[in-house]
């Protein structure tokens, strides 16, 4: 009975023989039955972050660039407010401070603008504790404590005042929601 003899061993494919067809900014490296995924991002043959904008639709380019500005002037807002508080004019600060808080149109969810809020809260809640009413203090306090109940703005919740005042103002409105 003759004996089988095995077959000489395949020599290993090199990875230059698969096929490596683009997908979508991918690449898909076929390895037998199995298929692994890499992303490729900003490659210099094109499909960079930047040529997103050129492949969107003209509608979608325009909403874009519109929150890009509104984006833009609300940090702008926010800048001058910070300005006037850093010059020492802390009554021209808390003033605008105020009126972008009351903003319906200020995108205070935004996650770059909460640490803003915060911010904003804290000065205005101090600056009336210290130098204007208590009352009023007491009101930007529930106010700041109360936006504070949804999860965008839970940090609103946790707000420390350097103040003496204002951290017993602050106390109050907490205790008296707890």
């Given at each position: 009975?003759?004996?089988?003899s ?61 929150f ?33 808080i ?8 935004l ?17 009336e ?13 529930m ?36």
């Amino acid at each position: 009975m003759p004996q089988e003899s095995t077959p000489p061993p395949m020599p290993p494919k090199r990875l230059s023989s698969y096929r490596t067809p683009l997908i979508a900014g991918g690449t898909v490296v076929l390895l037998g039955f199995v298929g692994v995924i890499v992303l490729v991002i900003g490659r210099s043959s094109g499909n960079r972050l930047s040529d997103i904008d050129s492949n969107m639709p003209q509608e979608l380019r325009e909403m874009k660039a519109d929150f890009d500005s509104r984006t833009a002037d609300m940090r702008q807002q926010i800048n001058e407010a910070h300005e006037l508080w850093e010059s020492d004019d802390r009554f021209g600060a808390v003033r605008r401070y105020k009126t972008l808080i009351r903003s319906d149109d200020f995108r205070w969810d935004l996650v770059e603008f909460q640490p803003e809020l915060v911010t904003a809260y804290r000065r205005v809640i101090e600056h009336e504790a210290d130098y204007g009413d208590p009352g009023s203090a007491r009101d930007w306090a529930m106010r700041a404590y109360n936006q504070g109940q949804w999860s965008e703005y839970a940090s609103l919740r946790k707000l420390t005042f350097s103040s003496e005042a204002a951290r017993q103002i602050w106390g109050e409105v907490s205790e008296a929601h707890d």
